[in-house]
């Protein structure tokens, strides 16, 4: 038996913890906190239809402006949702705590081998909630009602949702369940008796840890989070790149809704207005999240007018976030070939026409091929006998749509050409092919391979600064050490420059 178990034995045997909730001070441990953290590490997971299907709001019960909510939806259709009884509400932002602590007091009190536990309210809160907070000071009287009111609120509501993942199955399931079927006052409490409840699991809840739909969690890092929408987006995000390195998420206002429960006006408006405010609150969340985890790039495509989102696994310390509007990009493009609009003009609004369209030519054909339609149409408008007509909005590009499609499939068929391809075909034909390397890169080598590189790079871009010239700024600096690192990357792979590239393409199978 390790150390660290014999600490976590002795830290909650009943004739310590449970009977009283008294403090505890090990042999050989700097401090309570100390040795409570060490046990509970050992303990601490997540069960994944907790992360798939949130069941708590993230305002808590004692703001000012709580509202009880005695149903909200977890899916667009309405057909899921969390739904109270007819005198509660939903649980608060407290309960993902509770729930989480509670799970890990039953696996160490009895290894989930039975759905029913008992323990002081005092000890849920103080060993498990928040091993790292209570030192001399004790939990209050009004904490522990709190937490009791959230256990009661979880135990009101069920949980009615289509994607409940039954591993025994499988496959996802149709569920109509509760977390915990009851909590009975076993111990009113005093000044001689700690308040004691009884809590049994819900059957399905239960039933789905014994099948190990789990994830261990990183306790230390869960400790470190004090907001509510951060805590959800970490679960999220920890669940969804613990075992891939991207993660897709085609509707940001689905996302903030039915994944983090966010809700309020600005979300409700729906349009760009509402995912900007997701997408702040997201990147917000983002930086209070660095140096306490695994490090995220967050890309946010703004193509559309509810934005695309995209989640990786990179390299070194800090998070990141990145705004990419393909569809503004097209439009750009579409200007400068159509309207002559020079290079260095400078940034415009898009209008929403514009946008919409060039968002559908995104969809239908991905950036790289669109854009090569984009000069292909243009092309065909100046040969065409309209030519002398100016091609004023993006959607005008449709009369020659099919027209460019068909040409891009027909060179893209075709053998190997006697004449160099095109400039924009080359292009497009380049960034595909960087892409690809880059993907292979991050499959060859090791996160910490991959950190390294980062490291480098950005003593390298801090040193050209180190003679007191401007500095740019933080974003700046982040994305030139991006681009660096992955010019890196495909070095040390061996993928050829863009002018290597362009010259084989122009050459290379012709000379075979």
Known sequence: MTQIEKRTIELNSPERALKDGRDLVLPGVRSKEAGLIEAVEELAFDEMNLVELPFA???DAKEAN?????????????????VANARGSVPTALAERVVLGLMWLTMQENGFKSATVRFPLRVL???????????????????????????????????????????????????????IDYVQVVEEGGRNCARTVEVRWGAQIFKSICDRYTKALDVRTILKIDRPLD???????????????????????????YKLLMRG????????????????????????????????????DEAVADYRLVFERIAGPHNEAVALDQAALLVLQFQRLAHGLPESAKKRRIAELDRDEAGRWLNDYGFAQAQWMIRRAVELHRQSGHKERTLFRFKALGFYENKALADFERQA????????PS?????????????AELARARTAFSDEEIAAVRTEVEHEIAAQYDDGSLKPSERVLRTLVTSAMEARLLEEIGALSETAFLRKQSTGRNSR
């Open 57 to 59: 709001l993230l305002t």
């Open 66 to 82: 709580f509202k009880p909510v005695a149903e909200i939806p977890l899916s667009p259709n309405g057909c899921e949702s969390l």
């Open 125 to 179: 809160i103080e060993h498990y909630m928040y091993p790292d907070r209570f030192g001399r000071n004790r939990a209050s009287g009004v904490f522990l009602r709190r937490v009791e009111e959230e256990l009661n609120r979880v135990a009101d509501t069920r949980i009615r949702s289509d994607r409940w993942y039954d591993k025994q199955l499988g496959r996802q399931t149709r569920m109509n369940a509760a977390i």
């Open 231 to 257: 805590l959800r987006f970490y679960r999220w995000l920890d669940r969804q790149l613990g075992t891939k390195s991207r993660e897709v998420v085609h509707s940001c206002q689905n996302f903030a809704r």
């Open 265 to 300: 006006q600005k979300v409700d408006r729906g349009g760009r207005t509402a995912s900007s405010y997701v997408v702040g609150k997201l990147k917000e969340a983002l930086e209070r999240l660095d140096h306490i985890g695994f490090s995220v790039r967050m890309t946010v």
């Open 413 to 420: 068929s075709r053998p190997a050409s006697k004449h160099p």
């Open 423 to 435: 400039p924009a075909n080359a292009e497009a034909a380049y960034l595909a092919y960087r892409e």
